[in-house]
């Protein structure tokens, strides 16, 4: 109802048969990479994202495009740790 084209969502489960192959930190990237054209605003949504190892460059990459709002989610301890609070400190909520 928005305007907003199937395109511009980008949904991702980790933990998922077809998200397997994108555990890996430069498959994940390219991926998402390859999905953003254009100036559009772009919805990513990401599941389990602890399940790639070094996401968090993933994430900190993706975040310096001006056209994207990302969505991550996870179930790990990891993201109780102190050290993700100061990896995105001030970069979201």
């Keep these: 109802d928005d305007g907003i084209g199937e395109e511009q969502i980008i949904t991702i ?3 998922s048969e ?3 192959r994108l555990q890996n ?13 254009g100036e559009n605003t772009f919805f990513i949504f990401l599941d ?3 399940l790639c190892d070094g996401f968090e460059k993933v994430l900190n990459g993706l975040n310096r ?3 994207l709002d990302i969505y991550v989610t996870g179930s790990n301890s990891k993201f109780l740790s102190s050290d ?4 995105f400190r001030g970069r979201g909520d």
């Design 18 to 20: 077809n998200g397997e």
């Design 13 to 15: 489960a980790l933990d």
């Design 84 to 87: 993700i609070l100061t990896e």
């Design 25 to 37: 930190r430069d498959e994940l990237s390219s991926f998402i990479r390859s999905k953003i054209n």
């Design 65 to 67: 495009e001006t056209n």
């Design 48 to 50: 389990e994202v602890q």
